[in-house]
């Protein structure tokens, strides 16, 4: 069973890589999703959905919100910022009972990153050099 808690943020960023408009400094109304697979306990939950919620503001949303995102991440697209919030959540939720499955990001209505386990573990080294 998976369950999702979404979120918003907003932030500005620029990307200093990137040649376009968007290496200028602007800024989104990010939404973010948190997927997380698990077996119901006793009380019918994969887990409660307010302790996602305190979890969510403490580790992800007291650090980005209203923030300029560069000062967390060097080169903070949509991909690296979905990389960065696995990173600061995963270990809050994975415990052997429920996994954390999938983390997206949209950048716009439209627009979004959907990464998994797997995508972490191959580009968390370069989430690192950029942090």
Wanted: glycine residues 4%.
């Amino acid at each position: 069973m998976i369950l999702k808690r979404e979120f918003t943020f907003d932030a500005a960023h620029f990307l200093p890589d990137y040649h376009g408009k968007c290496e200028k400094l602007h800024g989104h109304t990010y939404r973010g999703a948190i997927y997380i697979e698990g077996v119901p306990d006793e009380e019918g939950m994969v887990m409660d959905f307010v302790e996602l919620k305190e979890l969510i503001q403490e580790k992800i949303l007291s650090k980005l919100d209203h923030a300029c995102l560069n000062d967390i991440i060097r080169q903070p697209s949509a991909e690296y910022i979905a990389l960065w919030i696995w990173r600061e959540i995963s270990p809050f939720i994975n415990d052997g009972v429920r996994a954390l499955k999938h983390v997206q990001v949209w950048e716009s209505p439209k627009s979004s990153v959907l990464i998994d386990e797997k995508d972490f573990k191959d580009f968390c080294d370069r989430l690192e050099a950029l942090s």
